[in-house]
Structures are given as structure tokens and as C-alpha cells.
């Protein structure tokens, strides 16, 4: 089985190669194929892992067309991760996002491909007040960002419906763990928390802290994504990847004092335009698809991102 992955040298693509690459005797291992423009990532993030890279954005027509040739499945992550990048330049985010979506839908119909997972994300469902969340929500996006994922799932959901192409929309609710970059202009909340813990800064919270995260440990993003590569599960509808587990971001400082036996100094900031106040997954949908997953837990989660950190600061 051969595999391409968009944006698999990023955060969640480079876990998903160690994953695929490193499965147990027994499980099948596919060929894989990366395409990244490493505007937010690095090749070394695949350092001494069996994969053909292709360097090249979703919207490079001739890489993307190199990319896909003879694809078994697509796994298709590239896109502008961030709500605060998208508040500030709306137009780049939907063509990477949106338009790349769209490019690499067509792509892998004209290779033959026989599967698409797609990330999506929690962030399409605003800030209403009704937890946890469910997939038969109506969306209320409040962020370019979070209506560039609604409308590149909408494809892709088209996609199945119009060419037969079977497709996974799966809508991530605050993935984090190793190898998310916490040196960024808009770093996530645990890479950032915890870098900052670990150099003795103050942990920087846009408003109150009280806002809450179903957070989500990338081993079980990828244990969702290469089980659905290999059982080819598509779905008529969304689904949401998150396991009912509402954390604030308090609880959370709380969590990492406790990982690190000692007290987190605080500095409080304005909230963020954009962001949402609330988010848990309900889950069912997901457990329907994959009826034997146990997500890692959110402090075990901590320990091995904190671990990581470490020793890549050592290196």
C-alpha cells in the first residue's frame, strides 16, 4: 500500500510516519510518500524514517500531481494550523487550507486513489454554549481559519458523494506531544506552557484561564488515522477526533506543576480575538468507527511530551 501524507513533515504528519513505520510485526507497514513546502516544518523531523518527501505546497499542481502518483490513500494534513494566523492574513489561509484542499482532492482522483482522511477541526463549532460537542451540531465558525475547515470538509464530504471517492473528515479537537514546535509566532497552549515551564518564564494565559480544551495526545490522533488508512473507514458525515475529556487551561497549569514537583508562575493576557471558550468532544461517532480505542491520558500525555523536550533541548 502506498501512502502519501501532505504536510508529513508538520507536527501531527511526522508523528503519523513514526507510527506507520515503526508498527509491530504483523501490522502492515505502506510506502510512504511526504509532500511538505516546510514553510512551518523540517526535514529533520524525519530524520532516519523510510519515506520518499517531495518538496512542494498542495497548491504546486506538478508536485502535487508527483505526490499522488499511484496512491493507495491520502492522508491529507497540510494547511495553515493557526486561528490567530488566519484573523491576520484570511486570504493566504483559505487558499492553502481551502483551494489546497480542493487541489488535493482532485489529485488523488485522478491517481486512482482509493481513500482520503482529512484533518479538520473542533474550531467549526464556535462558542456555543452546548457540551459536549456532537457532529449533528449546527456549526458557528468564528475565525477564517475555523470556516476555511468547514468549508475544506464540505469538499471533501462532495468529493464522496459526487466521484465515489470514499473520504474521513475528522474534526481534531487541541491535538498536542512531540515534536510541536513551541518557538513559533502562534505556538498551541501545552507546547507553549510547557516550554515556558521548562525555562523558568512565566506561563503566558489570554484571559482568564477558565476556557477549556479536550485535549488530545498525538499517539492516539495517529492510532485513529493508520487504523482508518488500513480498514479504509470513510464516513458520510464528520467526525469528531476527541474523547470527552474537558480541561481548563488552570487544570491544566495544575498538571504540568505536578509533572514537574514545583510551582508555575502566571501572567495573565487580553484574550485572543477568535478563540473559542469551550470545547469537548461527545465521542460516540468516533467510537463507533473504532470500537477498540483507548486514548492516552492527558498527565501520561504530559510526561512523554515534557520528555521529549528535554532531550531535544539536549540534542
Not at 215 to 231: H, K, L, N, Q
Amino acid at each position: 500500500m502506498r501512502v502519501v501524507i501532505t504536510g508529513g513533515a508538520g507536527f501531527i504528519g511526522a508523528n503519523l510516519c513514526r507510527a506507520f513505520s515503526e508498527a509491530p510485526a504483523g501490522v502492515e507497514r505502506p510506502e510512504l510518500v511526504v509532500l511538505d513546502d516546510f514553510s512551518a516544518s523540517h526535514p529533520s523531523r524525519l530524520a532516519g524514517l523510510p519515506v520518499r518527501v517531495i518538496r512542494g505546497s498542495v497548491l504546486d499542481a506538478d508536485a502535487l500531481r508527483r505526490a499522488t502518483e499511484g496512491a493507495d490513500a491520502v492522508v491529507h494534513l497540510a494547511a495553515v494550523a493557526s486561528v490567530q494566523e488566519s484573523m491576520e492574513n484570511p486570504l493566504h489561509v483559505h487558499e492553502v487550507n481551502v483551494t489546497g484542499t480542493v487541489a488535493v482532492l482532485e489529485a488523488a482522483r485522478h491517481a486512482g486513489a482509493r481513500h482520503v482522511v482529512m484533518a479538520s477541526s473542533s474550531s467549526v463549532y464556535g462558542s456555543s454554549d452546548a457540551l459536549p460537542k456532537r457532529e449533528d451540531m449546527l456549526p458557528r465558525t468564528e475565525s477564517p481559519y475555523a470556516a476555511g475547515k468547514l468549508a475544506a470538509e464540505s469538499y471533501a464530504l462532495t468529493w464522496q458523494r459526487a466521484y465515489g471517492l470514499p473520504v474521513l473528515a475528522l474534526r481534531f479537537f487541541n491535538v498536542f506531544g512531540p515534536h510541536q514546535q513551541p518557538g513559533t509566532a502562534y505556538p498551541a497552549v501545552v507546547p507553549a506552557f510547557l516550554d515556558a515551564a521548562l525555562a523558568g518564564r512565566p506561563l503566558e494565559v489570554h484571559g482568564t484561564g477558565e476556557q477549556s480544551r479536550d485535549f488530545t495526545y498525538v499517539a492516539s490522533v495517529c492510532e485513529v488515522i493508520a487504523d482508518a488508512v488500513r480498514r479504509g473507514v470513510a464516513s458520510d458525515a464528520p467526525v469528531d477526533l476527541g474523547f470527552g475529556e474537558r480541561t481548563s487551561l488552570v487544570e491544566l497549569i495544575t498538571l504540568i506543576e505536578a509533572a514537574l514537583g514545583r510551582p508555575l508562575e502566571r501572567r495573565h493576557t487580553r484574550a485572543r480575538t477568535g478563540d473559542v471558550l469551550h470545547s469537548q468532544a461527545e465521542g460516540a461517532r468516533l467510537a463507533e468507527l473504532f470500537p477498540g480505542l483507548r486514548p492516552v491520558p492527558l498527565a501520561e500525555g504530559l510526561d512523554e511530551t515534557l520528555r521529549w523536550l528535554r532531550e531535544a533541548s539536549v540534542e
